[in-house]
């Protein structure tokens, strides 16, 4: 699902502030790391949906909170690439149908070591079939019940198919390890770098250092997530001082505090893709010249200087920039109002009005709309910009219309792909099927030779940049402000395993 201001999935709606309250805290330049204190962070919330179950997190301080208290086996590094985590090492067999998993000397917060059974029971809850987990898509290759542990260690998955990239799946989101039969979570024990201490649903949930965590004990030694629902009342609380993290800021605060000395801002760049989507088996973008010309008629630049208040990159019609296997060699495009003209022409689609949908359902997909629609005007093509439903905004344009607008948050290439670009992906909202790009996929993630894998990544991205159905102008930053005598916080691309992540962070 594409990633918007408020959560995961677009909880937008109901959510009341919460005033907070506490005392303020000296704003020293952050020094050399130390240990001891209490970190406030102010993060949007759910009210009542909230949960500490970590296989039905959805929202971003949901994400955060299962972050600090549990571990998957691997998860997200800064090029979106799976990295270990739980699991020590991973081993494909020679046809990619059997992983073998070591996992880490780790214990959970009762003082019980992570053990191969708990791993099988956790991947076999999320895939339960009567039960909504995000994680099951992703792990829905796995053949469970010929999958086993062959010690406390170590875990061999079957697979439905070859499947070399797999470690991806370990990494989806909320693939957490919790322990064998654990169902209630109103105190929740995880292996996590921060244990449970208290919770009110709505407000505000603390926790302490782990010290037996299997990566180091954590710097801090309180952590508490509180809950302010707008945008101004994080701001607020870090300025005032009752918080020293606030997650997800504007540009504009970022512009309007960037020089001040009351709160330093943190970007990570490339944390959500900005796009427009063309259905390419449909009137009008069925015709290819027409979708090029839409690629040239973009001025990417004042894009990405208007409606990100110049915060974020420049993209270049592909998912994924600087992420593992990005094609960063292809040739960058440019606007080209003539070309573009010649082309619309070609396409006998001069005179014609395409509706563009949109919708406040993501920031900055109407002011992006609103942009390119004017930046269309004189090229013979007008774009219409029609606002819909913000709830049932991505239902609808999955299947309805020929244009609209897109978001989406980071995720490794591969994942893209499979649940975007293929024949039977389930949110290929371009309705983009191509035989010889299905083969190009099949040919990628069935293969254990890195550099043949990169050959068809490349050549999958090719294709795309040539002729596919997403016009993805930018890249946007992620934004928190901090206390300036907060350090260690790190710059990883939003949905990865830095972003909002405390147990590196200090208080100076």
Same mark, same amino acid.
């Given at each position: 699902?594409?990633?918007? +201001?408020?959560?995961?999935?677009?909880?937008?709606?109901?959510?009341?502030?919460?005033?907070?309250?506490?005392?303020?805290?000296?704003?020293?330049?952050?020094?050399?790391?130390?240990?001891?204190?209490?970190?406030?962070?102010?993060?949007?919330?759910?009210?009542?949906?909230?949960?500490?179950?970590?296989?039905?997190?959805?929202?971003?301080?949901?994400?955060?909170?299962?972050?600090?208290?549990?571990?998957?086996?691997?998860?997200?590094?800064?090029?979106?690439?799976?990295?270990?985590?739980?699991?020590?090492?991973?081993?494909?067999?020679?046809?990619?149908?059997?992983?073998?998993?070591?996992?880490?000397?780790?214990? @959970?917060?009762?003082?019980?070591?992570?053990?191969?059974?708990?791993?099988?029971?956790?991947?076999?809850?999320?895939?339960?079939?009567?039960?909504?987990?995000?994680?099951?898509? /992703?792990?829905?290759?796995?053949?469970?019940?010929?999958?086993?542990?062959?010690?406390?260690?170590?875990?061999?998955?079957?697979?439905?198919?070859?499947?070399?990239?797999?470690?991806?799946?370990?990494?989806?989101?909320?693939?957490?390890?919790?322990?064998?039969?654990?169902?209630?979570?109103?105190?929740?024990?995880?292996?996590?770098?921060?244990?449970?201490?208290?919770?009110?649903?709505?407000?505000?949930?603390?926790?302490?250092?782990?010290?037996?965590?299997?990566?180091?004990?954590?710097?801090?030694? *309180?952590?508490?997530?509180?809950?302010?629902?707008?945008?101004?009342?994080?701001?607020?609380?870090?300025?005032?001082?009752?918080?020293?993290?606030? $997650?997800?800021?504007?540009?504009?605060?970022?512009?309007?505090?960037?020089?001040?000395?009351?709160?330093?801002?943190?970007?990570?760049?490339?944390?959500?893709?900005?796009?427009?989507?063309?259905?390419?088996?449909?009137?009008?973008?069925?015709?290819?010249?027409?979708?090029?010309? %839409?690629?040239?008629?973009?001025? +990417?630049?004042?894009?990405?200087?208007?409606?990100?208040?110049?915060?974020?990159?420049?993209?270049?019609?592909?998912?994924?920039?600087?992420?593992?296997?990005?094609? /960063?060699?292809?040739?960058?495009?440019?606007?080209?109002?003539?070309?573009?003209?010649?082309?619309?022409?070609?396409?006998?689609?001069?005179?014609?009005?395409?509706?563009?949908?949109?919708?406040?359902?993501?920031?900055?997909?109407?002011?992006?709309?609103?942009? #390119?629609?004017?930046?269309?005007?004189?090229?013979?093509?007008?774009?219409?910009?029609?606002?819909?439903?913000?709830?049932?905004?991505?239902?609808?344009?999955?299947? &309805?219309?020929?244009?609209?607008?897109?978001? /989406?948050?980071? %995720?490794?290439?591969?994942?893209?792909?499979?649940?975007?670009?293929?024949?039977?992906?389930?949110?290929?909202?371009?309705?983009?099927?191509?035989?010889?790009?299905?083969?190009?996929? *099949?040919?990628?993630?069935?293969?254990?030779?890195?550099?043949?894998? &990169?050959?068809?990544?490349?050549?999958?991205?090719?294709?795309? $940049?040539?002729?596919?159905?997403?016009?993805?102008?930018? @890249?946007?930053?992620?934004?928190?402000?901090?206390?300036?005598?907060?350090?260690?916080?790190?710059?990883?691309?939003?949905?990865?395993?830095?972003?909002?992540? #405390?147990?590196?962070?200090?208080?100076?």
């Amino acid at each position: 699902m594409p990633l918007n +201001r408020r959560g995961f999935l677009g909880l937008t709606t109901g959510l009341t502030v919460v005033t907070l309250a506490g005392c303020g805290s000296g704003a020293a330049p952050a020094s050399a790391p130390r240990t001891g204190g209490r970190l406030r962070a102010a993060f949007a919330g759910g009210g009542a949906k909230e949960v500490l179950d970590p296989h039905l997190a959805n929202l971003f301080v949901e994400a955060a909170r299962s972050k600090a208290m549990f571990d998957k086996l691997a998860d997200l590094g800064t090029d979106v690439s799976p990295q270990p985590r739980l699991a020590e090492k991973w081993e494909p067999n020679a046809d990619l149908t059997r992983w073998r998993i070591t996992l880490r000397q780790a214990k @959970f917060h009762d003082g019980k070591p992570v053990r191969a059974q708990d791993v099988l029971a956790s991947y076999a809850r999320i895939l339960d079939p009567n039960r909504a987990f995000r994680a099951k898509s /992703s792990l829905a290759l796995i053949d469970l019940p010929n999958s086993r542990a062959v010690d406390d260690r170590t875990v061999e998955f079957a697979l439905k198919r070859p499947f070399g990239e797999f470690p991806n799946a370990l990494a989806a989101f909320g693939a957490y390890i919790v322990p064998e039969g654990a169902e209630d979570f109103t105190k929740p024990v995880g292996s996590g770098a921060f244990s449970f201490v208290s919770f009110e649903p709505g407000r505000s949930v603390l926790l302490k250092r782990n010290p037996d965590y299997w990566e180091g004990a954590p710097l801090l030694d *309180e952590l508490e997530f509180v809950i302010a629902n707008e945008e101004s009342a994080r701001t607020n609380a870090l300025l005032g001082g009752q918080v020293e993290y606030a $997650h997800d800021l504007t540009p504009t605060t970022a512009r309007s505090h960037a020089a001040g000395d009351r709160m330093t801002i943190h970007r990570s760049p490339n944390s959500a893709v900005q796009a427009f989507a063309m259905k390419v088996d449909r009137a009008p973008f069925d015709n290819r010249d027409l979708r090029e010309a %839409m690629f040239l008629l973009a001025d +990417r630049p004042q894009l990405v200087e208007s409606v990100l208040a110049g915060s974020g990159q420049v993209g270049n019609d592909l998912f994924g920039k600087d992420y593992q296997h990005y094609a /960063s060699d292809l040739p960058q495009r440019q606007r080209d109002l003539d070309k573009a003209k010649f082309l619309i022409r070609k396409a006998g689609a001069e005179g014609l009005t395409v509706k563009l949908d949109t919708s406040t359902a993501a920031a900055g997909m109407v002011e992006a709309a609103t942009v #390119f629609a004017d930046q269309a005007k004189g090229s013979g093509l007008t774009i219409e910009v029609v606002q819909g439903n913000k709830d049932s905004y991505w239902a609808d344009t999955l299947k &309805n219309g020929s244009l609209s607008s897109f978001r /989406s948050g980071a %995720m490794p290439i591969e994942t893209h792909i499979a649940q975007r670009l293929l024949k039977g992906s389930g949110t290929n909202v371009t309705k983009w099927a191509r035989p010889e790009f299905d083969a190009l996929y *099949e040919k990628a993630v069935s293969t254990s030779d890195q550099s043949a894998r &990169n050959d068809a990544y490349r050549e999958m991205q090719r294709v795309l $940049h040539a002729e596919g159905g997403y016009l993805m102008w930018g @890249f946007a930053d992620w934004i928190v402000g901090a206390k300036p005598n907060v350090g260690g916080i790190s710059t990883a691309p939003a949905n990865t395993l830095d972003w909002a992540r #405390f147990d590196k962070v200090w208080l100076g």
